[in-house]
Nanobody
Framework: EVQLVESGGGSVQAGGSLRLSCLAS?????MAWFRQAPGKEREVVAY????????LIADSVRGRFTVSRDVTKLSLTLQMNSLKVEDTATYYC??????????????????WGQGTQVTVSS
């Protein structure tokens, strides 16, 4: 099973930027970033196909966040710009199966990192 370790969370003022990283112990067919704010359900932020790097960004962050992967380093990155207070959440890296996952389907993701906190203040 893939092991995931996130890093890069922190506190920033609205309008600022943060970069989250996720290191995987092995490759997976698909990876994603999710987030969960207190009292809310976990929601997807971005999906990405490990094979071709094709991403799908959630409407709520499109134009502000970008997702990328480095196949040689087994790493996933979420660049977050123009952060808003409502982006405050715990962010989770997630992985699909090693082969054959449907990358743009939430149900694909069964393996999770420990989460990293992002706090945006006004």
């Amino acid at each position: 099973e893939v092991q995931l370790v996130e890093s890069g969370g922190g506190s920033v003022q609205a309008g600022g930027s943060l970069r989250l990283s996720c290191l995987a112990s092995m490759s997976a067919s698909c990876m994603a970033w999710f987030r969960q704010a207190p009292g809310k359900e976990r929601e997807v932020v971005a999906y990405i196909s490990w094979y071709d790097g094709n991403p799908l960004i959630a409407d709520s962050v499109r134009g502000r966040f970008t997702v990328s992967r480095d196949v040689t380093k087994l790493s996933l990155t979420l660049q977050m710009n123009s952060l808003k207070v409502e982006d405050t959440a715990t962010y989770y890296c997630a992985a699909g199966p090693r082969f054959g996952g449907a990358c743009f389907s939430r149900a694909t993701y069964q393996t999770w990192g420990q989460g990293t906190q992002v706090t945006v203040s006004s």
